[in-house]
């Protein structure tokens, strides 16, 4: 098993968090474990050890880590990426990945994945965006979205001094504090929409979610039908609202209603082209980049995830 651990995690608290955890952890698997640090040379090692022979390939700390060590895997040739299995450990802030939780994947108040004989396959999403004139394709297994859940991700990843303090401290109140900074700050953008060929439609956006997984950060949740092996993802839309309706959105995450907005809409597929009169943050599984053409997809049953 290979590790690839990242003690910048959870705004630098995650080494101590994987210390606590480290013997238990040993003890409980029946394979070795090969660690390697999150930094440069990380996807180097991690091809290394899959060109000779290792599978189980195990992000530990948040879900950005995760996202970085999937980033890895989908860039192995495909006779590779298809026999190689996903597990993590939750060392982060939100650990969406380990959503919903049970009860026998915990190690001292941190979560793992990493059943790997139960693993299953999952859908992973592609975002492909022009950024300064060039294509740029990332991968992403949960959700990804533009708006006000991306200004709030963006907001949340640099932040201001409070908001690194509550990080450390009380991860619950940091997201929600997030959230409200990206609902004052982020009014209705111009876009244009298209799940069709080159068909938009105008659209003054509040929050677009792409969704394969209902958990968005902390408990904030849609109670929509997803599947992370459906073939398809779950787009919830919000527009023409004022600030007062995002906050109802909000609201509404936090207690599982977000179907019964007014001004909401939802619909399934596999296609989601977005583009804007302007540069606009677009966020997947927490990371954001900036892109004013932003194209989402999805390569059905892609890879195994150890449950």
Not at 106 to 130: E, K, Q, Y
Request: proline share 4%.
């Amino acid at each position: 098993m290979l590790v690839i651990l990242n003690t910048k995690a959870h705004a630098g608290t995650a080494g101590d968090r994987w210390k606590r955890i480290e013997t238990v952890l040993r003890k409980r698997i029946d394979e070795s474990m090969d660690i390697v640090t999150m930094d440069p040379s990380a996807e180097e090692q991690l091809r290394q050890q899959v060109a000779r022979g290792e599978r189980h390939i195990v992000a530990a700390g948040g879900d950005g880590t995760v996202n970085a060590v999937l980033q890895m895997i989908m860039t192995l040739p495909h006779e590779l990426r298809t026999s190689v299995y996903l597990g993590a450990i939750g060392l982060g802030s939100s650990n969406d990945m380990h959503k919903p939780h049970r009860p026998d994947e915990w190690i001292d108040n941190v979560p793992v994945r990493l059943d790997f004989p139960h693993a299953s396959r999952r859908d992973v999403g592609m975002l492909t965006c022009r950024i300064d004139g060039a294509t740029r394709v990332r991968y992403w297994l949960l959700n990804a979205s533009a708006g006000v859940t991306a200004d709030a991700n963006a907001f949340f990843n640099s932040g201001d001094a409070f908001l690194r303090l509550l990080k450390r401290h009380a991860t619950a109140l940091a997201i929600l504090y997030a959230a409200f900074h990206g609902i004052v700050t982020t009014g209705a953008r111009t876009v244009y929409l298209s799940d069709g060929e080159d068909i938009f439609r105008r659209c003054r956006l509040n929050n677009l979610a792409v969704l394969i997984s209902p958990h968005v950060s902390g408990s904030l949740t849609y109670d929509v039908p997803v599947s992370p092996a459906g073939g398809q993802f779950v787009i919830h839309l919000l527009s023409e609202s004022g600030r007062m309706q995002v906050l109802a959105l909000l609201i509404a995450l936090l207690h599982g209603g977000s179907s019964t907005l007014r001004r909401a809409s939802m619909w399934v597929g596999c296609h989601l082209r977005i583009r804007g009169t302007e540069p606009f943050p677009v966020e997947y599984d927490g990371e954001v980049l900036l892109t004013d053409d932003a194209l989402f997809g999805l390569h059905p049953d892609c890879i195994w995830v150890a449950s």
